[in-house]
């Protein structure tokens, strides 16, 4: 127990330092992994403490009754070992050239990973989709509610549909509230030998025909979009400027230019539109003249024409207000002429006090950080998030804008790009921390270095996992890149603590003796502890479309991937490493153990 205590320690409270920056995380991705990261601690650390005080008490009383306990290696073990004692003499004389070929595989496998397709969050499969259709405003409730009818019998052909809910507008009072001619429709799908996205480009083909605008997305993934952005869709491209005719001929511009970039799809302008309208222009001059004040007007005009709650009726457990208005009869254009407004002279007839036409106005004026804005929202079709904003972001450069006028690109990929630069500093935070950790326990740059030199190993196999998975770059793989920083460093840990003990307690020399039987005696504990810990992940791993299992699959992989890496290559490489720059560290490190009289493991 006490040749391996502080390892198990160390490689503990390395592995808990990893995730403390994590807790750092802001917004969406905090409120995901922060519960995972506290999960995980509470175990590693509950973990350790079974391992240093109930373990060596249950060996106490159990090993001695064991018949096999001096039986020696199962012939697996055995077959390893001389594996493993066989490659390792025969690498000493090639180190130089083994360590060079590592670095070049850990620097091209580092090259490779700005090409990876990028995304805020993996891909919902969340069984249900959401599709917006949406019709000019002022479109009536019988028409909008016959087109809404056909996109629910157009979506009911698609042999995945199960069944359609549908709701035409919303409420005043709702938190999201839209109009008559706004449908959402909640579609729940089967599972199909089709790919969800094959079904979701069946549905968006079906659904063209539509005179109506519409947008494909998931319940979950469109309520993100909303927080991100404020806009149903991944992709918001926000224009700014101050009239209003501008912004509508700016933003269908836009909308022609971005349809032509491959694998943008739902593209749409917001609807703001020219609508009818009755327009009062106040005469101040007149109604200084009959001796009534503007504002007074302008109240009583908003109280006959939009109508004032006077009270409120109650009918058992329903509750309606009472609102007085004019009837709407009233409220047309040359009745609004000869509407009587009370003045101090008496009533006089609207017409004299204000000018009334027919126009045409904005049905709605939509505002952002105090200036005028219209946007155009999009999707894309499953392809490069990344490459689609590249090609985004050079359309707009190439488009010129009037002078006080600017633009906006918002969505997901904002979100990502955040994150990543957060995670990236995190990641420098836990290197550090590993470091600080590692160094006061070996006093050595060089040994604290070799330990630190598993970390790339396992990068390896984590891209390659993700390559061969076909999975995004998302803050989710990012996640899973940090925790295994932490676990990759536990074999080198063990490892070289083990050299150290075998020359402070047994009396081995520095040399290839000493590597060879500090290997093979450490293969059997690192490779049970990797093959643990990649069987834990095996539910993870598999039916990776599963609804529920989305965020925890990337982070599944990089690790799954960078455990076999570093567990096949720290083999080989870490015990070369030690042998060309670990005899110096060790006899420093001898030395002063020696001068302090300490009986310690390391």
Not at 379 to 387: L, V
């Amino acid at each position: 127990s006490r040749e391996v205590r502080t390892g198990v320690v160390y490689a503990t409270l390395v592995v808990v330092l990893v995730f403390v920056p994590l807790f750092a995380l802001p917004g969406i991705e905090g409120r995901l992994f922060t519960p995972l990261g506290i999960a995980y601690v509470v175990s590693i650390l509950a973990s350790m403490v079974v391992a240093v005080t109930i373990t060596p008490v249950l060996c106490y009383y159990l090993l001695p009754r064991m018949k096999q306990l001096h039986a020696g290696d199962s012939p697996l073990a055995a077959w390893l070992k001389r594996w493993d004692a066989r490659l390792l003499n025969g690498s000493f004389d090639h180190s130089r050239t083994l360590l060079a070929g590592a670095l070049v595989v850990v620097l091209a496998v580092a090259a490779s990973v700005p090409f990876f397709p990028r995304s805020f969050l993996p891909p919902f499969n969340e069984g249900t989709l959401t599709v917006n259709v949406l019709l000019n405003p002022g479109t009536s409730l019988e028409e909008s509610n016959r087109i809404a009818t056909l996109a629910e019998q157009l979506a009911m052909q698609v042999p995945e549909v199960t069944q359609v809910g549908r709701r035409t507008g919303r409420a005043e009072l709702d938190e999201h509230a839209e109009g008559v001619h706004y449908t959402e429709m909640d579609i729940d799908l089967k599972v199909s030998e089709r790919s969800r996205d094959v079904v979701v480009q069946d549905i968006r083909a079906r659904l063209a025909t539509l005179p109506a605008a519409t947008s494909v997305g998931q319940p979950i993934s469109h309520r993100l979009d909303h927080l991100l952005s404020g806009v149903r869709a991944q992709i918001a491209l926000k224009v700014y400027g101050d009239d209003l005719d501008t912004l509508r001929g700016l933003a269908g511009d836009l909308r022609d230019r971005l349809s032509r970039i491959p694998g943008i799809t739902d593209l749409q302008i917001e609807k703001q539109v020219l609508i009818p309208q009755i327009k009062i222009h106040l005469d101040y001059e007149q109604a200084a003249r009959y001796g009534v004040a503007p504002g007074a007007v302008l109240r009583s005009l908003q109280q006959m024409i939009e109508g004032e709650r006077i009270t409120q009726i109650v009918e058992g457990n329903r509750r309606f207000d009472l609102v007085v208005r004019l009837p709407e009869d009233d409220r047309g254009l040359h009745a609004l002429k000869g509407l009587l407004i009370e003045t101090p002279t008496g009533a006089v007839p609207l017409s004299l006090l204000a000018t009334i036409e027919d126009g045409e106005g904005p049905n709605q004026v939509s505002r952002e950080n105090a200036r005028r804005r219209i946007v155009v929202s999009a999707n894309t079709d499953g392809s490069d998030m990344a490459r689609i904003i590249g090609d985004i972001r050079s359309t707009l450069a190439a488009t010129p804008l009037p002078e006080g006028y600017f633009t906006a690109l918002e969505g997901q990929f904002q979100a990502q790009e955040q994150a990543a630069r957060l995670i990236a500093l995190l990641a420098l935070v836990s290197l550090a921390l590993i470091f600080l950790v590692l160094y006061s326990r070996y006093r050595s740059t060089v040994l604290t270095l070799i330990i630190m030199g598993n970390i790339p190993l396992a990068l390896v196999g984590s891209v390659l996992a993700l390559w061969i998975s076909g999975q995004p770059l998302s803050v989710a793989a990012l996640v899973g890149f940090i925790t295994l920083t932490g676990i990759s460093t536990r074999n080198g840990i063990l490892k070289i603590s083990h050299y150290i003990n075998l020359c402070a307690f047994e009396g081995e020399k520095f040399g290839k003796q000493l590597i060879v039987r500090g290997s093979l005696e450490r293969l059997t504990p690192v490779l049970m502890t990797a093959l643990v810990a990649a069987f834990a992940l095996v539910p993870l791993l598999v039916s990776a479309d599963a609804p529920g299992k989305e965020v925890l699959h990337p982070v599944a992989v990089v690790i799954f991937g960078g455990l076999v890496s570093s567990t096949l290559l720290d083999t080989l490489l870490t015990p070369l490493m030690f042998w060309r720059w670990g005899e110096k560290p060790l006899e420093r490190l001898l030395a002063l153990r020696s001068q302090e009289k300490s009986q310690d493991s390391f």
